[in-house]
């Protein structure tokens, strides 16, 4: 995939993107005619009831799945008009992902765990381990690199998946319920690991969350219900 094109409009935009699922009586509309743009450098969480959009609304984000109607621009590219190796290009090269499940192998060493998907982006063994143990250091792990999941505390866990989404230089990081598993003590420190790289590095950063405390950490706050974006506005922090 050719890289995104240089462009005036924001890095993110979604028109009147909707996903549907099923037919008829069985039609279920999980996103609803979405508008939505993103700039560069933002701090972006989405909240909502269950059933309200807001994991669909990432995975169209993220390229894991496509929109039944409407137009998603990356940096000016029509996701719609990538084939499917393209997506996962853009995907590998591009974004960084974040789950409430850390998704560590276990019996591996953070800093393999971190280097894991640079192997699939074509790094030989120097350039990954360099570019691994610079993603450790960045959230504070860089003393703990030999370790395996087990001898790390839930939210060390956490922060090596977070080293694992920095080490490819991705544009945009993409946090589900990022804090999901740890408890408050835990949850705010990962919070200001993002925050830390969002204002220092100039990262863009969307989160899904349940917690409104956590996404008090962004400076935007999107309110999703029945498929469609309720509110938008800035965070007390923002203000």
């Not at 591009?94 to 640079?118: D, H, K, M, W």
């Not at 690991?193 to 956590?214: F, P, R, W, Y």
Request: aromatic content about 4%; charged content about 25%.
């Amino acid at each position: 995939m050719a890289d995104p094109a240089s462009t005036d409009l924001p890095l993110i935009r979604l028109r009147d993107i909707s996903r549907v699922y099923g037919m008829g009586e069985a039609e279920v509309r999980a996103l609803d005619g979405i508008n939505l743009d993103i700039e560069k450098g933002e701090f972006v969480a989405i909240m909502g009831p269950s059933g309200s959009g807001k994991s669909t609304a990432m995975n169209v984000l993220g390229c894991l799945d496509v929109p039944t109607s409407g137009q998603y621009h990356f940096n000016g590219v029509e996701v719609a008009h990538l084939t499917q190796d393209q997506r996962a290009l853009l995907r590998r090269h591009y974004l960084g992902f974040i789950f409430q499940g850390y998704n560590l192998l276990p019996r591996t060493s953070a800093l393999q765990n971190v280097e894991l998907p640079l192997i699939y982006k074509g790094l030989g063994r120097a350039e990954r381990h360099a570019a691994a143990t610079e993603a450790l250091a960045k959230v504070g792990l860089a003393h703990r690199a030999s370790h395996d999941p087990s001898e790390l505390s839930g939210g060390q866990q956490q922060r090596v998946a977070i080293a694992r989404a920095l080490a490819g230089n991705p544009q945009v990081i993409l946090a589900d319920e990022p804090t999901g598993n740890l408890d408050t003590k835990l949850s705010a420190e990962i919070m200001e690991v993002l925050q830390k790289l969002n204002e220092e590095d100039g990262l863009t950063i969307i989160m899904v969350t349940h917690e409104a405390d956590m996404a008090e950490f962004a400076h935007r706050l999107i309110w999703m219900v029945d498929g469609r974006i309720e509110r938008d506005g800035r965070t007390s922090r923002a203000a």
